[in-house]
């Protein structure tokens, strides 16, 4: 069962209760991240199931540009 009852379709966007789209029977995920609360009791297991202080975790995380790259991507837009 879904955490959250409300389901939106990935392919074509119907709404739907089911994690399976009625539509084209795609799969559908959730229409809205789930609440957090600073007070999450629950917080420290969570960090331990995703191994969040693990090494290969936050390499695996995604990365900004330098602000210098930034920069010039957005000064060739602009050019374009």
Known sequence: MARQL???CLTCGAWTL???CPSCGKTA???A????SPEDHRAGIRRKMYQVESPEWTAGLATLDTLE???ANHTALEEE
């Open 6 to 8: 409300l389901q939106q």
């Open 18 to 20: 089911a994690t399976t």
């Open 29 to 31: 995920q959730a229409a």
């Open 33 to 36: 991240p789930l609440k957090w």
């Open 69 to 71: 790259e930034m920069k």
